[in-house]
């Protein structure tokens, strides 16, 4: 993820939590806030109703794999908090990538550029 910082701090995700644009998909929900940064900074969160820690760590390595592919495609500069639905636990990243990208679009956050 080269443009791309990981949220650490509590304090960060709490306030996407509470006052950030949200939007969900079957298996993922983002929040996003705009950033007055230069790079996008993204945190992911997998609960443990998900499953043990063998699909949590599959499931939010699928997670980082999609939003990787989709950094080039982001228009603006935001922090984001990627969260797995229960609904994550043992789907494909095809599935995965494709509601990343649903959930991105709805949000606004997909540019025009195409990833060929």
């Known amino acids: 993820m080269k443009n791309t910082q990981s949220l650490k701090l ?8 509470s006052r950030g644009k949200t939007a969900a998909g079957g298996f993922v929900v983002v929040y996003c806030r ?11 969160t997998v609960g443990k109703s998900v ?3 063998v699909v949590r760590n599959r499931t939010k390595r699928l997670m980082r794999e ?9 228009s603006g500069h935001s922090d984001m908090v990627i ?5 994550a636990a043992g789907k494909t990243f095809a599935q995965i990538s494709r509601d990343m990208e649903f959930v991105m679009r709805s949000l606004g956050l997909l ?6």
């Open 10 to 17: 509590n304090r960060d995700f709490r306030r996407l939590y």
């Open 34 to 44: 705009p950033n007055r940064y230069h790079f996008n900074r993204v945190g992911f």
């Open 51 to 53: 499953g043990k820690a």
């Open 66 to 74: 999609s939003y990787r592919l989709l950094e080039d495609r982001l």
């Open 83 to 87: 969260v797995a639905r229960n609904r």
């Open 111 to 116: 540019g025009s550029q195409t990833n060929s």
